[in-house]
RNA sequence: GCCCCCGUAGCUCAGUUGGAUAGAGCAGCAGUUUCCUAAACUGUUGGUCGGAGGUUCGAAUCCUCUCGGGGGCACCA
């Protein structure tokens, strides 16, 4: 038990003796002016009403049932309409630092998750291009959120959806036939729908060398997987290049192979939710809060293919009876509307998936701004802004930062010319160098981090402003990784680590570690260590390094 | 027309699910270095939380309406 989880068990117990239900749970806050104290808590207005007292009066009564000194308190006032406020020993505030040293690897862990596995899907892009701005963004979040459910006790893979089916796969192949011809001699005509880019030519290219024996570009199957392999393997490069690993891929195509497509359908249309209207498939998805029925597989005179939701469904049948009780999706908000027709299709199975099923984290769309002027993203135009070219022109680290440090409910403007230029007064620069500087101390110091231990040693000394603050802020870490991983919001890491920075940046410049007298140099050890280990922990959520010097 | 997200300082954004005098970074202004990294620190300027009602002890936060920006509403994926 930590000391705001004992603080909060003796406000309880104090409030069930004056009569509060069993069942109270007060909550904890940080005051926003540390001039108030360490915790304020609402209790007293939270139970005015039930037990029929006055705020204030409640809170009077409250300071004087509890038993402060055990839980650290060595004051506590009441403040505007009820406010308790305490203020916590110095020394015993810094016991908590206690847990960071004992055992770094664990600090910030907890288990919400029991082990359950749970599958977060991200980028599964078409391997119809490079990757662009926009699957930076799904692949920094979806990268941090596996690390944020992994620190809280669920079983995470991380998994690549490919949509390597249907038709863009197939203008893909026709595009590619273009370019194979125009090597040929004949002229490019780019066919309707297809893809412009520079890249299709280079594939082309490489088509021709390697398969002499169809320079015409008339094996269409042949140019289709020579394509896909192509891009896939780009796409791999990319993600690569932004270290983020997947732990498994899935191919649409599968899905068809298998005889899973099918499956699915016929499964659908026993349960007695399809119909079919205009020579087509429907599923009537508004019985499950869909505000229109939807086709699921065309009419003759439309080609009489199944649409793309049906192999979502069928792809995210597998991922239940891959054992997955928990499942993330990490999508651009322009898939809006597929989660309602995915579980809409989920429930109408009836095989026990639960309604939420799976967990959408939707991300606003990332504009690019270069050149004063924003970017128009279009693969078939061939003009874009691909990942590897803001890893190459801003580093990983600051990519991923950027992309973290806003919640994915915001739409993201990523001026790369501003990037680049403000590379070197970035926030992530500044977080990383607090971890630099508190590893600094130590290597002047001459001195092995890791043997740093708070045993014998007086935490009390830890008076200064500064400290109390820097300690507050690294013993917020356990609630805030909860928060995030809770809400699935990596960005609440990225805040805390910019708080903790600034904390920490501002207690190096106020106090010094070594040279000072015996005891200081050694508490003082113990939060430099604490915090570097903090920032480390941070840090390495969010997918960046942790610098030891810069 | 219907649905979703956003609107907070000059700019980019936080705001711990309803708490106290609304915060940070950048930009601006004024300072700090014989000292473990000045990629830092200190001070300071800057606000009708888009607007109007409502809910209550208390609203940036919840409800209704409204204005503005973005996305979606295909037998495209």
């Keep these: 038990m930590n000391q705001a989880e004992a603080l909060r068990a003796e406000l309880a117990r104090a409030a069930r003796s004056l009569g509060a239900p069993d069942d109270v749970a007060p909550i904890l806050e940080r005051p926003r002016d540390p001039s108030f104290g360490d915790w304020a808590t609402n209790l007293a207005m939270t139970l005015s009403k039930s037990l029929g007292k006055k705020p204030r009066d409640i809170a009077e009564a409250l300071i004087v049932a509890m038993d402060q000194a055990s839980v650290g308190v060595v004051s506590a006032e009441i403040a505007g309409p009820g406010f308790l406020n305490f203020r916590l020993d110095a020394g015993f505030q810094a016991q908590g630092l206690l847990q960071i040293l004992a055992d770094p690897d664990q600090w910030g862990r907890l288990d919400l998750g029991h082990g359950e596995r749970v599958v977060v899907e991200f980028v599964s892009a078409n391997p119809t291009g490079p990757l662009h701005v926009g699957h930076g963004r799904q692949a920094a979040l979806g990268d941090a959120i596996s ?74 199957g042949a140019l289709q997987q020579f394509a896909v392999a192509a891009l896939r393997h780009e796409q791999d490069l990319d993600m690569q290049a932004f270290g983020v690993k997947f ?198 110091g001459g001195i092995d981090a890791t043997t740093i231990s708070a045993e014998g040693v007086d935490l009390g000394v830890l008076s200064e402003p500064a400290e109390r603050e820097l300690v507050k802020q690294l013993l917020d870490f356990p609630a805030t990784v909860k928060g995030a991983s809770e809400h699935l919001e990596p960005h609440r890491i990225a805040s805390w680590l910019l708080e903790t920075a600034r904390a920490g940046h501002t207690w190096y410049h106020k106090h010094h570690v070594l040279g000072e007298p015996e005891a200081i140099t050694r508490a003082r050890l113990v939060l430099a260590r604490a915090t570097q280990l903090g920032i480390g922990a941070g840090l390495r959520i969010l997918g960046l390094s942790a610098p030891e010097r810069m």
């Design 247 to 444: 732990d498994t891929y899935y191919l649409e195509s599968s899905l068809y192979d298998n005889g899973r497509v099918a499956r699915t359908v016929e499964a659908l249309q026993a349960s007695g939710h399809t119909f079919e209207e205009d020579g087509a498939l429907f599923l009537r998805t508004t019985t499950f809060g869909d505000d229109k029925d939807r086709v699921m597989k065309k009419s003759a005179a439309k080609g009489g293919d199944y649409t793309y939701f049906v192999p979502d469904v069928a792809y995210h049948v597998t991922k239940w009876e891959r054992g997955y009780t928990r499942a993330v999706n990490v999508q651009g908000a322009d898939h809006h509307s597929t989660t309602t027709r995915v579980r809409a299709g989920l429930q109408a199975l009836g095989i026990g998936i639960p309604a939420h099923y799976p967990d959408y984290v939707l991300h606003q769309m990332v504009t690019v701004m270069k050149g004063g002027e924003e970017v128009k993203i279009s693969k078939r135009a061939g003009s874009y802004v691909t990942v590897r070219d803001l890893i190459d022109e801003v580093g990983r680290d600051a990519v991923r930062y950027f992309y973290l440090m806003r919640k994915g409910d915001s739409q993201l403007v990523f001026d790369v010319d501003l990037a680049r230029s403000q590379s070197e007064e970035n926030p992530v620069y500044y977080v990383q160098m607090a971890h630099a500087r508190m590893s600094g101390i130590f290597r002047v």
């Design 147 to 220: 690390t944020l459910l992994e620190w809280t006790g669920w079983q995470v893979d991380r998994e690549f959806y490919y949509n390597d089916a249907g038709a863009q796969i197939a203008n893909l192949a026709k595009s590619t036939q273009a370019q194979v011809r125009a090597i040929g001699g004949q002229p490019l005509i780019i066919p309707e729908g297809g893809y412009h880019g520079e890249y299709i030519r280079e594939i082309a290219g490489r088509y021709v060398a390697e398969h002499p024996e169809d320079a015409a570009g008339n094996d269409l």
